[in-house]
């Protein structure tokens, strides 16, 4: 039986770099995979001159020479620009430990930000979150599968090839939304015991505001 190896999820930037074809083109959606940074950073530090050297039209664009704001087409970032570029001090990731072990979603704001997916160049449906894919898969994927930065809420509300995923990522939401919702809830007895308005024993599945379902 073939040995699995670690989601892109339990590997830091650098050894997500290391494992990178030498000279494979990387699109800026795929590089931002790599780098552990959204791709709204990485196109804000291109545009700053301040990101890794990338070539844009087959012709080299370092530092000294940033991109106008808003230009992504046909930019292709290659490994050892990456690595030289990590180097000079200049990358630190931007996602928290418990990120990198797979825990993305633990607050509403979780939600809203953006995370890489697949999409299933068969029928076109979300096919699952890239950091929970095994690195060696990633590899063998990158230029055949198209990698889509969006919220965990835009990408549950598509249609999915994997409904296993499909329902894993849903209820990941569900269970956050859900402690959010409990802690509103308990807000409000709070400040209803403050007022001094008396507390109604609820049935269970009664809703706490507006009364009972």
């Known amino acids: ?29 795929e590089a931002a995979v790599f ?10 530090l291109r545009t700053k001159g301040t990101g890794p050297d990338y070539f844009q039209g087959g012709i080299r664009r370092d530092g000294s020479q940033p991109a106008p704001e808003g230009t992504n087409q046909h930019v292709r970032y290659f490994k050892p620009d990456i690595l030289a570029w990590r180097q ?32 299933d160049p068969a029928d076109g449906g979300v096919a699952g979150m890239v950091e929970h894919t095994p690195i060696e898969t990633v590899i063998a994927r990158l230029g055949s599968w198209d ?18 995923a499909h329902k894993e990522l849903a209820s990941k939401i569900q269970s956050v939304l859900s402690n959010m919702q409990s802690g509103i809830n ?27 379902l």
Request: proline share 6%; glycine share 6%; no cysteine.
């Open 147 to 164: 990698i889509v930065w969006m919220s965990a809420t835009e990408a549950a509300s598509q249609r999915w090839s994997n409904l296993v």
């Open 35 to 44: 780098i552990t940074f959204s791709v709204a950073t990485l196109e804000r």
């Open 1 to 29: 039986m073939a040995t699995v190896g670690p989601t892109l999820a339990q590997l830091e930037a650098w050894e997500r770099i290391k494992a990178l074809p030498e000279d494979y083109p990387l699109k800026t959606a």
């Open 88 to 119: 000079r001090g200049m990358v630190s990731s931007t996602m928290q430990a418990a990120k990198l072990k797979g825990q993305v979603f633990a607050t509403i704001f979780d939600l809203a930000e953006q995370h890489p997916f697949y999409i």
């Open 186 to 212: 308990a807000a409000l007895e709070a400040t209803e015991i403050s007022e001094g308005i008396p507390r109604t024993v609820r049935p269970i599945g009664a809703r706490t505001v507006g009364g009972p």
